[in-house]
């Protein structure tokens, strides 16, 4: 089945940058787009940028330009997102999505990853 | 950016009753809208898109309706499984934001 498996809870200090990764198994890898959203605690989601696979580009959120970066492993069907300049307000579980529709863009995520909480504490 | 309002926050329903939740976009958004469901430690599950398609193995108690900025998710006969957190996503354009959510308890 379609499945993307994230990368295991962080513990960063201020200042640091942090990696995920978002393993993809049961499709066709380089059909689809993927997504990065996260949750503050008892906060809404919060999209944070798209990775495109058709050309290779990226998109991101203005809040968070600049401090995102988004590649990608092809022949390990893995995608990984760093966040760069971390401050406790970017305390939160990270979670990768998949765009549903192969090569295109309906904006709507099925499945999810597991999540990745990021603690960042001084 | 458009902001998405859902309301209430939260409610409490018994099991069989009728339930919906509101969600309203701060623009018009066609029907670019979705809903997911969300429990606790778990990542959220696409439930409806397009206002109102349900996706692949949703049950049919769960339905969406409206258009332009005003969109319903009903859950015509709640079931012990249904309680859990609720988000509308609008589709329409980047960024794409998340309503606040609403969550729904046992009575």
């Known amino acids: 089945q379609v499945q993307l498996v994230q990368s295991g809870a962080e513990v960063k200090k201020p200042g640091a940058s942090v990696k995920i990764s978002c393993k993809a198994s049961g499709y066709t890898f380089s059909s689809h787009s993927i997504h990065w959203v996260r949750q503050a605690p008892g906060q809404r989601l919060e999209w944070m940028a798209w990775?495109?696979?058709?050309?290779?580009?990226?998109k991101y959120s203005r809040k968070f330009q600049g401090r995102v970066t988004l590649t990608r492993d092809t022949p390990a069907s893995t995608d990984f997102m760093e966040l760069s300049s971390l401050t406790s307000e970017d305390t939160a579980v990270y979670y990768c999505?998949?765009?549903?529709?192969?090569?295109?863009?309906?904006?709507?995520?099925?499945?999810w990853g597991q999540g990745t909480l990021v603690t960042v504490s001084s | 950016d458009v902001q998405m309002t859902q309301s209430p926050s939260s409610l409490s329903a018994s099991v069989g009753h009728r339930i919906t939740i509101a969600c309203r976009a701060s623009?018009?958004?066609?029907?670019?809208l979705n809903w997911y469901q969300q429990k606790p430690g778990k990542a959220p599950k696409l439930l409806i898109f397009a206002t109102s398609t349900l996706q692949s193995g949703v049950p049919s108690r769960f339905s969406g309706s409206g258009s332009g900025t005003d969109f319903t998710l009903t859950i015509s006969s709640l079931q012990p499984e249904d309680f859990a957190t609720y988000y509308c996503q609008q589709s329409f354009v980047v960024p794409l934001t998340f309503g606040g959510g609403t969550r729904v308890e046992i009575k």
């Open positions: 623009q018009i958004i066609s029907n670019n």
């Open positions: 999505a998949r765009e549903s529709l192969a090569f295109g863009s309906s904006f709507r995520f099925d499945p």
């Open positions: 990775y495109i696979p058709v050309d290779g580009n990226t």
